[in-house]
């Protein structure tokens, strides 16, 4: 082989190698660069529209606190039939994690008003031509902060953007997607809602405990309890009344045939998953089923207050609710550590203290329009004067 021959076969091969290289990147390019989706699933394609998105995660400060960021980019065209118009777009995210069970991501700001709205931000995209956009390189066109959002669980998820492009009539133009994969710190709402759903389940367990303290519960302490499970039990919807107490039937059978739970352990759970207020929503339902025949036996008595200390219970808050909800003509005992706030431990001193304190309040009531109030107020400044002979005296 001549010289002349191997320089024309080494061109050859140069310019193989440059116009493959250049018919690869030009194929890529109208593809949308569709071969590298094949390994990295942060991608995805609008068929229908010609626009690509993709997601990548940036660490950004806000608020003085370290966020996680979301980087949304876009790539290829937006297009559509007729005039010029104003286009914006609206991203949404969903944790996918579960595919059999999509959850949404909900709205930070919403969700601390009580509000379980799911996640939304829009964006501007700015006016398009009849011809549409064409992007040949991707564009940044939003950073969405974690923080801004609570995901459904604490953990790696994996998380799908949805973004909806429309013009000002709201039609839509395109709608890509793509993914990403997050490890969420913090806990999220669907586990908060399974712990109350656990804390709810134990309160019924606490007031089955309170109804059955005598031995067989009444009737009218059952139904307390049944149209609580009703109100409060996520599922518990209409026609669900009969299994509802079929449940609660077996559950009585269990309490009334003798058999006990570690109640204190149970409230020392509640304590750890519930909030101070649920705690108190706990104690009400208590105190509902103890008044349910209009009388609070001693045993009654003695639970509840054993409750209010194992909740973590302000104690002047919870005698208030019990002399709301169990006034004393209720009683079959007076316990004036119960109704007075009088103990044992207390000096003569003390003790003069908080009856006058107690003295003064009732007095008060003692004009009441109300009969029942009246009533009431007598009752306790007869038990007062008792207590007096008893701890001061």
Same mark, same amino acid.
């Given at each position: 082989?001549?010289?002349?021959?191997?320089?024309?076969?080494?061109?050859?091969?140069?310019?193989?190698?440059?116009?493959?290289?250049d018919?690869?990147?030009?194929?890529?390019?109208l593809?949308?660069?569709?071969?590298?989706?094949?390994?990295d699933?942060?991608?995805?394609?609008?068929?229908?529209?010609?626009?690509?998105?993709?997601?990548?995660?940036?660490?950004?400060?806000?608020?003085?606190?370290?966020?996680?960021?979301?980087?949304?980019?876009?790539?290829?065209?937006?297009?559509?039939?007729?005039?010029?118009?104003?286009?914006?777009?609206?991203?949404?995210?969903?944790?996918?994690?579960?595919a059999?069970?999509p959850?949404?991501?909900?709205?930070?700001?919403d969700?601390?008003?009580?509000?379980?709205?799911?996640?939304?931000?829009?964006?501007?995209?700015?006016s398009?031509?009849?011809?549409?956009?064409?992007?040949?390189?991707w564009?940044?066109?939003?950073?969405?902060?974690?923080?801004?959002?609570?995901?459904p669980?604490?953990?790696?998820?994996k998380?799908?953007?949805i973004?909806?492009?429309?013009?000002?009539?709201?039609?839509?133009?395109?709608?890509?997607?793509?993914?990403l994969?997050?490890?969420?710190?913090?806990?999220?709402?669907?586990?908060?809602?399974?712990?109350?759903?656990?804390?709810?389940?134990?309160?019924?367990?606490?007031?089955?405990?309170?109804a059955s303290?005598?031995?067989?519960?009444?009737?009218?302490?059952?139904?307390?309890?049944?149209?609580?499970?009703?109100?409060?039990?996520?599922?518990?919807?209409?026609?669900?009344?009969?299994?509802i107490?079929?449940?609660?039937r077996k559950?009585?059978h269990?309490?009334?045939?003798?058999?006990?739970?570690?109640?204190?352990?149970?409230?020392?759970?509640?304590?750890?998953?519930?909030?101070?207020?649920? #705690?108190?929503?706990?104690?009400?339902l208590?105190?509902?089923?103890?008044?349910?025949?209009?009388?609070?036996?001693?045993e009654?008595?003695?639970?509840?207050?054993?409750?209010?200390?194992?909740?973590?219970?302000?104690?002047?808050?919870?005698?208030h609710?019990?002399?709301?909800?169990?006034?004393l003509?209720?009683?079959?005992?007076?316990?004036?550590e119960?109704?007075?706030?009088?103990?044992?431990?207390?000096?003569?001193?003390?003790?003069?203290?908080?009856l006058?304190?107690?003295? #003064?309040?009732?007095?008060? #009531?003692?004009t009441?329009?109300d009969?029942?109030?009246?009533?009431?107020?007598?009752q306790?400044?007869?038990?007062i004067?008792?207590?007096?002979?008893?701890?001061?005296?």
């Open positions: 082989m001549d010289g002349a021959t191997l320089a024309i076969i080494v061109l050859c091969v140069f310019l193989a190698v440059v116009l493959l290289k018919i690869t990147g030009l194929t890529d390019w593809r949308g660069g569709f071969s590298q989706v094949q390994n699933r942060t991608y995805a394609f609008d068929s229908s529209s010609g626009l690509w998105c993709r997601a990548r995660p940036g660490a950004t400060a806000k608020n003085n606190r370290q966020s996680q960021s979301f980087v949304i980019d876009i790539r290829g065209g937006i297009f559509h039939a007729g005039t010029a118009c104003a286009t914006n777009a609206e991203l949404s995210v969903i944790d996918v994690t579960d059999n069970n959850l949404d991501v909900k709205s930070a700001s969700y601390s008003a009580g509000k379980a709205k799911s996640f939304v931000h829009k964006v501007t995209l700015g398009m031509s009849t011809a549409g956009i064409t992007l040949s390189s564009s940044q066109i939003a950073s969405l902060h974690s923080k801004d959002m609570v995901f669980r604490r953990g790696l998820c998380l799908k953007f973004m909806t492009v429309f013009n000002q009539s709201d039609q839509i133009l395109a709608e890509p997607c793509c993914y994969d997050f490890d969420n710190p913090e806990q999220g709402y669907q586990e908060e809602l399974d712990q109350l759903e656990k804390v709810k389940n134990l309160a019924i367990a606490i007031a089955l405990t309170v303290v005598e031995g067989k519960i009444a009737q009218s302490k059952f139904e307390v309890i049944h149209n609580w499970v009703e109100e409060n039990l996520s599922g518990a919807g209409q026609g669900d009344s009969a299994k107490e079929k449940a609660l559950a009585v269990f309490f009334e045939t003798g058999k006990q739970l570690d109640i204190e352990s149970l409230c020392g759970e509640i304590v750890q998953l519930a909030s101070p207020g649920q #705690r108190y929503d706990i104690m009400e208590c105190l509902q089923v103890a008044a349910a025949d209009n009388r609070a036996s001693r009654e008595l003695e639970i509840l207050k054993a409750f209010s200390h194992w909740l973590d219970l302000d104690i002047d808050r919870f005698r609710m019990v002399e709301t909800m169990l006034p003509h209720m009683h079959e005992v007076q316990d004036a119960l109704i007075l706030g009088i103990c044992q431990g207390m000096t003569a001193e003390q003790s003069r203290h908080r006058n304190l107690e003295y #003064r309040k009732w007095n008060a #009531r003692v009441n329009p009969p029942n109030v009246q009533s009431q107020a007598d306790m400044l007869s038990l004067a008792e207590a007096r002979n008893q701890f001061v005296s």
